[in-house]
């Protein structure tokens, strides 16, 4: 679990970067390389054994993702609500990729856990992207909770603190937002 005093450096490096600090740069770098190698470890191991995408050409993607992203840091709630879609865009440009020459049946099998993203396959993380690409267009703030909690690996009480509210308030949300997913799927 992040403590108080990484959030503040989180928030206090991306300043510094953001003003041009190449220090800040490789210390934002070594501070939150090990936060993404988790995370990409957990969606690789959800993967089908022979998938040819590596944990660490995962989090080198999307850590370059998020270097050249023409985006002002405004803390690290936006960082990781980036950090997460950049992870998802690549998991789900890989399963297209690999999808481009099968044909399937059209069915999708997709769980979603309490805090875990469980998919199966390339045409789960394909049809979990539509579904959470269609809840950001009813209550886009339900969407960040999940991507917060599914991409970025946040926990309700993290996400909590992010937004100023309690990890209960969190979890009641991102309760409702996976009925909505489970609907909608």
Request: hydrophobic fraction near 50%; charge should be negative.
């Given at each position: 679990m992040s403590t108080v005093k990484e959030h503040t450096d989180v928030t206090a490096l991306l300043g510094q970067w953001r003003d041009g600090d190449l220090q800040a740069e490789k210390q934002l770098s070594v501070l939150v390389?090990?936060?993404?190698h988790q995370l990409a470890a957990k969606y690789m191991r959800q993967e089908r054994p022979n998938h040819t995408l590596q944990a660490t050409a995962l989090v080198n993607e999307a850590f370059i993702g998020l270097m050249q992203a023409e985006v002002d840091y405004q803390d690290r709630l936006h960082f990781f609500r980036l950090a997460?879609?950049?992870?998802?865009?690549?998991?789900?440009?890989?399963?297209r990729a690999r999808n481009a020459a099968k044909r399937g049946d059209g069915?999708?099998?997709?769980?979603?856990?309490?805090?875990?993203?469980?998919?199966?396959?390339?045409?789960?993380?394909?049809?979990?992207?539509?579904?959470?690409?269609?809840l950001a267009e009813f209550d886009q703030q339900k969407a960040d909770i999940l991507?917060?909690?599914?991409?970025?690996?946040?926990?309700?009480?993290?996400?909590?603190d992010l937004y100023?509210?309690?990890g209960k308030t969190i979890e009641r949300s991102a309760k409702l937002a996976r009925a909505w997913l489970a609907q909608a799927i």
């Open positions: 390389q090990d936060k993404l997460g879609s950049i992870m998802r865009r690549i998991l789900v440009d890989h399963a069915l999708l099998q997709i769980t979603l856990a309490d805090d875990v993203l469980g998919v199966d396959d390339s045409s789960s993380i394909i049809g979990l992207h539509n579904a959470m690409t269609a991507d917060l909690q599914f991409f970025a690996g946040l926990s309700p009480a993290q996400i909590g100023g509210v309690s």
